[in-house]
């Protein structure tokens, strides 16, 4: 099925309306400065912001850059800025919004063209608190009568679930002023998947780890301010976790202290 | 476009990348702390000392001389100011490095000094005077 | 190791917290302590005075009579209690309790901070509010 017969079969069960996006434009090739262009399109009840940037590329303007893949919150490839607020593209819905609608990369990232930011930071932050498990139990061949993986019980799983649902998004680092601040701070992703890692009972790379959370940019940069949390997709509450290994960051100097 | 900073070259960040922040969970520990007294105490002692008082609502001799002198001027009053003057001069001192930061006014190096400095200043300034109060 | 060629952007301007109504109340809540060390100081100028004697004393409670300084205080009190408001939602966030392996529900934690702060203020009425 085509855009068109889409909207077709749309129009049958809503009610279409027209609505006026605007839309950042960075194009470094053919203009240094940003600037805004309006685009209006036909959209109903179900058409959300990603639906809207595709309309806009296949019907409208093909020249406007963008990511996205999964369109469905997993990928976190669509996060933008709606009216100074980070969000995902594809969580996003046009009929929460009366008024204008304003969409911009996000913040705090440089941007390559349009809605497209370079990431590269957040990655670079992501890889340096050794985001996976460190020293776990080797698999060994599976034996039917000692089976031996990966055991953990539900209790312990409990423990870090919550902070396992990050999608890297990035949203949080948009949201965060810190980071804005300070793009050394290693920034509420990052810091909340440490945490979340050395909360894993299979893992034993915690001393790792808060050597990077111990530091100015790790864990103490962060100020509590919150709002990565309100933008969170995947109500991770990053800044519970980040403040959670402000704790862990206190008892391992107390304990570093003691031992000397 | 804002403009992109120049890399710092890494070589110089290579000391300062894995620092240790030794210190901040001092400071941290002592911002909780003085927060949970500027929730808890403080509404109480606010109403009690700096408006009940001075508007003369409470009984005549609920804070008279002799009667603030010898609840402050012992132990519990030790006590009492270390949870109302120490612990919050601390909390506000945290709040108010960060809020600097926040602004971009000073630099952290310093403000840190300034900040948690007074605090200590005027900490020992208001337990010196109970013990001078109960020595005198 | 790492933070290679990775750009970085320079810091916000100082303005940053005046674009969204969620960084004002967050800026509102860090302001709080203003007002804060303002009654520190009065309170540790009573403390002087007491130390100096009775109508020093009395010359204090005389100055926190004052309009202004009465003024500023109300303040400091309404920030107290906004403080207590953004500050006991955070505990639990940052603290999470549990209980016999169930972890406790984070309303029961604010909550209980603010009976605290109720029974406080009973104690200073039993101290304070009786002739």
Avoid at chain 1, 53 to 61: R, W
Avoid at chain 3, 23 to 50: D, H, I, N, Q
Avoid at chain 3, 109 to 123: E, R
């Amino acid at each position: 099925m085509n855009t068109e017969q889409i909207s077709t079969k749309r129009v049958s069960t809503n009610n279409i309306r027209t609505k006026q996006v605007s839309v950042k434009r960075y194009l470094p090739d053919s203009s240094a400065e940003p600037y805004w262009q309006q685009y209006e399109l036909p959209v109903d009840d179900s058409t959300s912001l990603l639906d809207a940037l595709n309309h806009i590329k296949e019907q409208l303007d093909s020249t406007l850059s963008y990511r996205w893949s999964c369109r469905m919150a997993i990928c976190g490839s669509c996060g933008v800025m709606v009216n100074g607020i980070p969000k995902l593209g594809c969580k996003t819905f046009l009929r929460d919004y009366e008024g204008e609608i304003r969409i911009e990369p996000l913040s705090h990232f440089p941007v390559q063209r349009d809605l497209v930011v370079d990431m590269e930071i957040f990655l670079e932050h992501l890889a340096a608190v050794k985001p996976y498990l460190i020293d776990d139990n080797p698999v060994k061949a599976f034996d039917p009568n000692a089976p031996e993986t990966y055991r953990q019980s539900p209790k312990q799983l409990a423990r870090y679930k919550q902070f396992a649902n990050c999608i890297n998004c990035g949203l949080c680092y948009s949201a965060c002023p810190q980071f804005g601040l300070n793009q050394e701070f290693l920034g509420p992703a990052a810091l909340t998947l440490a945490h979340r890692y050395n909360l894993d009972s299979r893992d034993h790379g915690k001393k790792q780890r808060m050597a990077e959370l111990n530091r100015h940019e790790g864990v103490w940069s962060c100020t509590f301010v919150g709002f990565c949390s309100q933008v969170c997709p995947k109500n991770v509450d990053p800044a519970a976790a980040v403040n959670q290994g402000k704790v862990e960051a206190a008892k391992h100097t107390l304990i570093a202290l003691f031992k000397g | 476009m804002s403009k992109l900073s120049i890399n710092r070259p890494s070589m110089n960040k290579q000391g300062a990348q894995h620092k240790q922040a030794f210190d901040e969970p001092l400071w941290w520990g002592l911002f909780s702390a003085g927060g949970v007294c500027f929730a808890v105490i403080l509404p109480a002692v606010i109403l009690f000392i700096a408006v009940l008082l001075p508007l003369g609502l409470l009984p005549a001799e609920a804070l008279s001389y002799e009667r603030a002198s010898a609840l402050l001027f012992s132990v519990p009053g030790f006590l009492f100011v270390g949870a109302v003057v120490c612990l919050p001069l601390f909390h506000a001192a945290h709040r108010l490095r960060h809020g600097l930061f926040d602004i971009s006014v000073g630099n952290d190096t310093l403000n840190k000094k300034l900040m948690y400095g007074g605090a200590a200043l005027l900490s020992i300034l208001a337990l010196g005077i109970v013990v001078a109060g109960m020595l005198g | 190791m790492h933070k290679s060629s990775s750009q970085r952007l320079p810091p916000l301007k100082r303005n940053w917290w005046l674009k969204h109504r969620f960084f004002k109340l967050y800026m509102l809540r860090e302001t709080t302590v203003l007002p804060l060390v303002f009654f520190t100081l009065c309170l540790l100028a009573g403390m002087v005075s007491l130390l100096q004697g009775a109508e020093s004393w009395q010359g204090w409670i005389a100055f926190m009579g004052s309009p202004i300084v009465l003024l500023l205080n109300l303040l400091a009190l309404a920030a107290s209690l906004f403080h207590a408001a953004t500050f006991f939602v955070l505990f639990p966030r940052v603290m999470p309790l549990r209980i016999a392996g169930r972890s406790l529900p984070g309303n029961v934690i604010v909550a209980g901070q603010w009976v605290g702060v109720v029974v406080v203020a009973l104690l200073f009425f039993w101290l304070f509010g009786r002739a």
